[in-house]
């Protein structure tokens, strides 16, 4: 019998969007879990977000779950979020500060160092130091933590080298969580990773947003803007670059990573309901050019960077036919809450943006159900989007080689 994720890859007709089977297939989303959820990295929070000892938090993708604590010693650890007795998830809560995690079930307890300390009414000839809570890999980007359910997930040191000039700059690791918000998206999760890659839907779904975001034009239409960001750029410590290493053309072993710098229309200094300023200005930055930093990390992780704030997307596959976009706030850490930003008014547009993209998600889904569906060709504003469907295509495909 034909294997149906290879049958859908000889099947998939170039430059145009996915067949129906890659959003619907269990057989396809088991390979895609193997091949390309678990080994790769998804960004997990900042490291703020751990101060004391014992400062847990736990993350889940589809199956899996990782709990992310803090230890005695001060380093950042990731454990399986699975008992070493008979399986149960150990930590209940999805965050919080504890000095140890006792499984709900039978009672096994882990230290934060993810050892087991105790185990009642077990054989004479049973050793405690071999069941340990399982480590999760866990890496940090200029205070961006990491994780991945792979025991050898890409490695982060060309992220941390070719991104530390604008995450310095911007002071990433001096940021702190300001909001954070989960979205459930009932649709397949490439759909929800495929619409953020695309703006070609920014001036139908979201008005808000295409007030402010110049990705809503086509680039001819944007150079005249761009270029007077450029200006801009030449006085601010900001880097004038473009990195682009998507996941196929990072480095080999390394996980793909990109930046670059767009403007904003005139009149908005940031993603705000009226433009003007919502939070103090990010890091070393002495005023507001006008532009706004997209980031990737990894194949599910997105931020946009502000002058004054950051929104960090991860897309977090739940199970077939649903998703996850957790979104993050970040601020600068000495901004103070009572007086310096109104939470509402920080989320306002991605929150209300995210809402209509949840919709919008689900809608196609719905037609891509349908027997009457078959793949149709992207514009030229779906550029990124088809990329990361060819990337998609061929991970997928290397794991039948
Ligand atoms: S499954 Fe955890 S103690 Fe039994
Ligand atoms: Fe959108």
Known sequence: MTDPVLKLLQQQPAGRSLLQGFYTEPAVYRAELERIVYPNWFVAGHRSEWQATGDFRVFDVADESAIIVLGEDGELRAFANVCR????????????????????????????????????????????????LKPVSIGIVHGVVLIAFGDSPPSLAGAVRDLEEPMKVLDFDGMKV????????????????????????????????????????????????????????????????????????????????????????????????????VA??????????????????????????????VVCYVFKPVDLQNCCCEITWLVRGDADASKDYDVDELVWLWDITTQADMKIIADNYAGIKSRYYEPGPFSEMEKAESVYVAWLLSELGRAHS
């Open 280 to 309: 103090p200005l990010l890091g070393g930055l002495k005023g507001y050019d006008g532009g706004a930093s997209d980031f990737s990390f990894g194949a599910f992780s997105f931020m946009l960077a502000y002058s004054d704030h």
């Open 85 to 132: 007795h008979r399986g149960s998830r150990v930590c209940l809560e999805q965050r919080g500060q504890s000095r140890a995690f006792s499984c709900p079930y039978h009672g096994w307890k882990y230290g934060i160092n993810g050892e087991l300390v105790a185990a009642r009414s077990m054989p004479d000839d049973f050793d405690i130091s071999d069941y340990g």
């Open 178 to 277: 300001a909001a954070r918000r989960g979205y459930a998206i009932p649709a397949n999760w490439k759909l929800a990773v495929e619409n953020y890659q695309e703006c070609y839907h920014c001036s139908t779904s979201h008005p808000e947003y295409a007030r402010m975001h110049t990705l809503t034009i086509d680039h001819r239409r944007r150079a005249p803007l761009q270029a007077s960001l450029k200006k801009e750029l030449a006085q601010s410590p900001l880097p004038d670059c473009v990195i682009d290493r998507i996941d196929s053309e990072a480095r080999e072993g390394e996980m793909g990573y990109g930046y670059s710098r767009t403007a904003l229309f005139d009149g908005y200094l940031t993603g705000s309901r009226d433009g003007q300023p």
